[in-house]
């Protein structure tokens, strides 16, 4: 099984930005240990602050992985062409939130991108990544 990871922007900050909302962890610990946890799961990782970029990527694996796991940030929020993309794509997306978005501002209660998404993980902190990845063996 091949899983891709997608970092959308300012995710290449965690552990060091808003703590209280996004953990101390940095996502280079969390992705050892969810490697280690799933040893015969190949899952690469990308991350971009560039909205172009992180559609260059998802061209790039979307027809070849079995899965994505996508946290676009607040791309989520104002993406029309990521929304396209994840359209346009046959591996099947899951967008996850490391935050309960649904608490927060009402600018962060809309996705752009969960219609064209398989479903959406959000609240469980860096865990919903582990719990998207998850989402893929089950089905
Ligand atoms: C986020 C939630 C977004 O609203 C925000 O812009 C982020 C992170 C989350 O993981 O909780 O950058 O996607």
Known sequence: MKIQIINGPNLNLLGVREKSIYGNSSF??????????????????????IEG??????????FSFDGVVMNAGAYTHTSVAIAD?????NTPVIEVHISNVYKREEFRHHSMLAASCRGVIAGFGLDSYR???????IS
């Open 85 to 89: 993309a994840i359209a346009a794509i």
């Open 28 to 49: 280079d610990v969390y992705l050892e240990e969810l490697r280690k946890r799933y040893p015969d799961v190949e899952i690469e990782y990308y991350q971009s602050n």
């Open 53 to 62: 970029e992180l559609i260059n990527k998802l061209h790039e694996i979307g």
């Open 131 to 137: 719990l998207g990845l998850e989402s893929f063996l």
